[in-house]
């Protein structure tokens, strides 16, 4: 990792600037893959799957028999473990409920808010090396508790036409309606216009490669709404010379490993722990299976050394990390400043795998400095908001004139005469 000391400001910017990533040149096929798909509906998702996983299938919606075999094969273990996470996901995330909000804002004028779930939904699990079971639970969970009505999941097969057997079984297990074999641009495309076999859905979740990326972000033109703008993952500690060297590249590699494009940062006040790190990431690095690619993520990533607290959480803010670990003593004065991060992890004792998979809260997390703007993925993400107003006779009368004088200000007539007329009627 190559290390920095004291940059000035001005080039932070550099400093805390991704790896440019353009889609322009994915764009055409995502717009043909959508419109084959929107014309010809399953034949093009099996024309694709052909093409693109190379597995020929005679159905994509998985069968309760292959659910149920699924099951049997998943270790008890594993089982044991999902069902932690799933209650602490389960907890975490009832507890955002929240009840109707109802007031009178003036004497005879009622204002209220409820939330209602996104009726149908979509779900995206990336295949590949790591079956990520742990997004069906993160995705799957809230939308159980917000009440969708249909929770859809796409995943592409293998070879063999299968999904892992954990996917089938976390989907299982966490209330997922329907399940389809079906992978990359055309498992957007298919939940955005919706097939014979494949629902149209109101909203995506989950990540995936650049190409689902792209088909995501076209998916937003046909009114399906997404989740965020998502990118290669990151992962930023902060740490001073309270903290574990070899627990701060632990945390590095974890996320180093994601993939080659994944970014990690230490920002730490202390030369020894910059120095000692680098050691602990050079040792650790040699012990895991993905180390080629957990190497190509480091080649981009960074140490930077400051000298104080203060300015490192400057330039933690400025980053906004989509993982934020911070180990310093001063913990609660520099958690209190924090402005821009997805997820933080506080003190030594809290890996960033434990957000990934089981403390409670949700690992889908905007990326690429989006935590300015968006929120990860929580319950709300699965609930629309509906304001609601009644006036009383009362009500309007003292209200009214006021509305009348606001809508002759912006020149519209009928806005003002809706009101003037029901005053005129309650005078009489």
């Known amino acids: 990792m190559k290390q920095y000391n004291n940059p000035i400001r001005s080039d932070w910017k550099k400093l805390t600037a991704r790896a440019s990533a353009t889609y322009a040149s994915l764009e055409p096929l995502a717009k043909e893959v959508f419109e084959n798909v929107r014309l010809n509906g399953d034949a093009s998702l099996s024309a694709y799957t052909l093409k693109f996983d190379g597995v020929n299938l005679d159905s994509f919606q998985v069968s309760p028999n292959e659910t149920a075999a699924a099951e049997s094969r998943v270790p008890q273990s594993l089982k044991n473990a999902i069902e932690i996470a799933r209650n602490n996901i389960l907890t975490f995330h009832k507890a955002q409920k929240t009840t109707t909000v109802k007031v009178e804002t003036q004497a005879g004028v009622y204002c209220w808010q409820k939330k209602t779930p996104i009726e149908k939904v979509g779900l995206y699990i990336p295949g590949g090396s790591a079956p990520l079971f742990s997004t ?90 997404i989740d965020m703008p998502a990118g290669p993952s990151e992962l930023m500690v902060v740490a001073d010379e309270t903290a574990d060297p070899s627990f701060i590249a632990s945390d590095l590699l974890s996320q180093a490993e994601h993939g080659p494009d994944s970014q990690v940062l230490l920002i730490t006040t202390s030369k020894a722990i910059a120095e000692e790190t680098q050691k602990a990431v050079l040792l650790q690095l040699k012990n895991i299976e993905r180390k080629d690619i957990a190497q190509k993520a480091l080649d981009n990533s960074k140490i930077i050394v400051f000298n104080d607290n203060q300015t490192a959480l400057d330039f933690a803010n400025q980053y906004g990390a989509e993982h934020l670990i911070v180990c310093v003593k001063e913990e609660e004065e520099f958690i209190e400043g924090i402005k821009s991060a997805g997820s933080v992890f506080i003190g030594n004792y809290t890996p960033e795998s434990a957000g ?42 003292n209200l009214g004139p006021a509305i009348e004088e606001m809508a002759a200000a912006e020149g519209l007539q009928a806005h003002k005469n809706a009101v003037t007329l029901r005053l005129k009627s309650l005078k009489k």
């Open 356 to 397: 990934d998979y089981a403390s409670g809260t949700n690992h889908t997390l905007p990326t690429n400095g989006y935590v300015r703007q968006y929120s990860g993925v929580n319950l709300d993400s699965f609930l629309k908001a509906i304001t609601y107003q009644k006036i009383t006779k009362e009500g309007l009368m």
């Open 136 to 225: 069906v639970l993160m995705l799957a969970i809230p939308a159980n508790i917000a009440g969708c009505e249909e929770i859809v999941l796409c995943s592409p097969p293998d070879k063999n036409g299968n999904l892992p057997d954990v996917i089938l079984y976390t989907a299982k297990r966490c209330g997922v309606t329907k399940i389809f074999k079906v992978g990359g641009i055309q498992a957007i495309a298919a939940m955005t216009f919706g097939t014979t076999t494949i629902p149209q859905v109101d909203k995506i979740f989950g990540p995936g490669n650049q190409y689902v990326t792209v088909a995501k972000q076209l998916a937003t033109q046909y009114h399906v709404a």
